[in-house]
């Protein structure tokens, strides 16, 4: 079955304290995306990957680190965490190829706490 | 830059009412567009896409169509269930392999038996 698995769930911490959310995708993709959802917000892409060693910011980066050493593999990394940054927080991946028929799949989500 | 405007929810319904949610747009070029729904408590899910003007979109009893002329992609269901509860999103991606998929705020729907 197509998956893109995130752990955990939920995650209560306090400001300062690294965490790090992983998160795994099972389709071989090679995009893969990090975003962040608020409420009126919608969803807002925080990183992304097109390939293995291959990242980039995109709208709202600061204060998130990632990285790509897995093509399966992108976990998103909060040396820092800020109250900020309480979110439910979204792993995504896709096929890179340009065009329209690559849909863009999505894990069930994080729900992080920074008190 | 890209840009999806929906209608701010909460929208509350009766079971079997009609149920539109609009979404407009501004982008460059011909983007895909899509609707995904999120259940409470799960992630996103697609729920139908168009990719050029004038195609429908369908799934699970909704359409949109994609208008190209009113940049418009507003999403219906002619007669809704307590199972259609859920926050809906519009959203547009362009064509380049790296372009990322932008949202609207989402609209909540709640259907009351």
């Known amino acids: 079955e197509a998956q893109v698995t995130q752990n955990p769930r939920y995650l209560i911490t306090v400001t300062g304290k690294k965490l790090t959310v ?50 399966r593999n992108f976990p998103l990394i909060l040396e820092s965490p800020s109250p900020n940054q309480t979110s439910l927080y979204f792993c995504a991946s896709r096929e890179t190829q340009s065009g329209t028929k690559n849909i863009q799949y999505f894990g069930a989500g994080t729900r992080l706490s920074v008190l | ?16 009412a009609f149920l539109t949610i609009n979404c407009t747009y501004t982008a460059t070029g011909y983007p895909s567009l899509f609707w995904y729904v999120q259940y409470p408590g799960e992630g996103l899910q697609l729920l139908l896409k168009a990719t050029k003007a004038d195609d429908k979109g369908s799934n699970k009893g909704f359409e ?50």
Request: hydrophobic share 30%; glycine share 10%; aromatic share 10%.
């Open chain 2, 1 to 16: 830059g890209n840009s999806v405007t929906q209608m701010e929810g909460p929208v509350t319904l009766s079971e079997e």
């Open chain 1, 22 to 71: 992983t998160c795994s995708q099972n389709m071989n993709h090679e995009y893969m995306s990090w975003y962040r959802q608020d409420p009126g917000l919608g969803l807002r892409q925080i990183y992304y990957s097109m390939n293995v060693e291959v990242t980039d910011k995109g709208d709202v980066p600061e204060g998130y680190k990632v990285s790509r050493k897995e093509k």
């Open chain 2, 64 to 113: 949109a169509t994609y208008r190209k002329e009113t940049t418009s992609f507003h999403l219906e269901k002619g007669s809704v269930q307590v199972s259609d509860s859920a926050v809906y999103f519009c959203a547009l991606r362009g064509r380049a392999a790296g372009n990322k998929l932008t949202f609207g705020g989402g609209t909540r729907v709640l259907v009351k038996p």
